[in-house]
């Protein structure tokens, strides 16, 4: 039997060597425009050394893709059995990216927001949709991660001003826009 007390030390070490690299990043998209951060500027904000960085990464941009999967799977890894209407899944979308607003804000403000799109198609199969079935729901992936996409930028550029119960408004007048689309449908086919 083999001791995986080291490999999950191990493990310890990476994630908290992300969560330095992740936080010098945010600092300098704070500072400086995204395409003036350099590798040397990273690693000395996170007290780290280039080659640990190149241990993980071989850009800004793949540690800057890297920090957007994982907030994107955490998201996906919230318990899908508290979202039982449409509403909560907005709730829950923009309770959980709240506290990441400033984060979210820079990567808006630095062109780089299109990631945010991309990271969640990829990890589409992880969302609530997600049913093994993709080929089958192939649209059905596509559509709901521009709406989350959608939603986020709508709440980025608002600077999550609303108001959680504001939030659910909004969500219930969307599933009214929803209905009266499906009866049009069914009216004219």
């Not at 936080?23 to 998209?29: H, N, P, R, V």
């Not at 994982?70 to 506290?99: E, G």
Request: with cysteine; glycine share 4%.
């Amino acid at each position: 039997m083999t001791d995986s007390k080291p490999e999950i030390k191990r493990q310890v070490q990476v994630q908290q060597t992300y969560r330095l690299l992740w936080q010098a990043l945010d600092q300098l998209m704070s500072e400086k425009e995204f395409d003036k951060i350099s590798i040397s500027s990273v690693c000395l904000e996170a007290g780290i050394a280039r080659r640990t960085f190149y241990r993980h990464f071989s850009t800004i941009d793949e540690l800057l893709k890297e920090r957007i999967e994982q907030l994107i799977q955490d998201f996906y890894q919230l318990p899908k059995q508290t979202i039982v209407h449409f509403d909560d899944l907005i709730v829950a979308i923009y309770s959980y990216f709240k506290p990441h607003k400033a984060f979210l804000s820079r990567l808006n403000q630095r062109g780089k927001s299109h990631l945010l799109q991309q990271v969640i198609l990829e990890n589409r199969n992880l969302s609530i949709f997600g049913n093994g079935q993709e080929q089958r729901s192939k649209l059905i992936y596509y559509f709901g991660s521009g709406g989350i996409s959608n939603l986020l930028q709508y709440f980025i550029v608002t600077d999550f001003q609303d108001e959680i119960a504001e939030v659910r408004e909004m969500a219930n007048e969307l599933l009214v826009h929803f209905g009266m689309l499906a009866q049009y449908e069914k009216k004219h086919h």
